[in-house]
């Protein structure tokens, strides 16, 4: 099932292992879990489609599941309705660029193809719209 572009359905399944706290990168973000937990972590990306958003929605709910999602602020101009419903069951709804900016060239990974100021400029926006469907 496509759903919601680009879709990057990312699955991190935390097996149990020695690990029992949360591992941090260089800046900070966190990079793994407690692997002494057997947790699954549900994450949609979304851009241009949301052909299969109802279907998901429903198998969520039924199955009493939370899931994140990220959207780009053209998503949520084009399908608001998708994004407050999954706000308001509880889904943890955030900010994924406002045009789906490319940030560096596929090939060259250490270079950035927009400035910080494009890249805040972007995410500002991003945020605004995500504002105005009542999601700080």
């Not at 972590?41 to 851009?47: D, M, S």
């Not at 241009?48 to 780009?72: D, H, I, N, Q, W």
């Not at 069951?89 to 045009?99: C, I, L, N, Q, T």
């Amino acid at each position: 099932m496509r759903w919601l572009t680009a879709i990057c359905c990312l699955f991190t399944f935390l097996p149990l292992s020695a690990q029992k706290s949360w591992v941090y990168d260089a800046f900070g973000a966190k990079v793994r879990g407690d692997t002494s937990l057997s947790t699954l972590y549900l994450v949609f990306t979304g851009h241009e489609y949301a052909e299969g958003a109802g279907v998901l929605c429903r198998a969520l709910k039924k199955e009493k599941v939370s899931a994140a999602f990220f959207f780009t602020g053209d998503f949520c101009r084009r399908y608001p309705k998708v994004v407050r419903k999954l706000k308001r069951r509880g889904h943890y709804v955030g900010a994924h660029s406002d045009k789906h900016l490319l940030y560096c060239d596929w090939s060259r990974r250490d270079s950035l193809l927009v400035t910080k100021e494009q890249f805040l400029e972007d995410l500002r926006q991003n945020r605004a719209v995500l504002a105005t469907l009542g999601i700080p």
